[in-house]
Nanobody, 124 residues
Framework: QVQLVESGGGSVQAGGSLRLSCAAS???????MGWFRQAPGKEREGVAV???????GYAHSVKGRFTISRDNAKNTLYLQMNSLKPEDTAIYYC???????????????????WGQGTQVTVSS
């Protein structure tokens, strides 16, 4: 089990931006990494994933607004979220796994760890 810690969540008005970070306590360059979210009363869904080669996949609902990236030297995953909408309100989780499914929707095969989540709230 790998240890992942998210940060960067918060409250923002519609149209604003946030940048989420996920710090890993291991050398994560060999893993697929991804962001997932869960809104109240809804199932967890894949938002974006990035594989070891740097190829990425996005959910239809965020494509063109969100950008996933990774810094292997810092063992850190990022999610830049622009043009936020109220429907983006959710708890956001990062995850690691053996391989990515770029989708859409994006996913991860053989999970190796999850973060504790960070709240993102977008007001209209």
């Amino acid at each position: 089990q790998v240890q992942l810690v998210e940060s960067g969540g918060g409250s923002v008005q519609a149209g604003g931006s946030l940048r989420l970070s996920c710090a890993a306590s291991y050398t994560f360059s060999r893993y697929c990494m991804g962001w997932f979210r869960q809104a109240p009363g809804k199932e967890r869904e894949g938002v974006a994933v990035i594989d070891r080669a740097g190829d990425s996949g996005y959910a239809h609902s965020v494509k063109g607004r969100f950008t996933i990236s990774r810094d292997n030297a810092k063992n850190t995953l990022y999610l830049q979220m622009n043009s936020l909408k109220p429907e983006d309100t959710a708890i956001y989780y990062c995850a690691a796994g053996v391989a990515c499914y770029l989708g859409p929707p994006p996913g991860i095969y053989e999970y190796k760890g999850w973060g504790q989540g960070t709240q993102v709230t977008v007001s209209s």
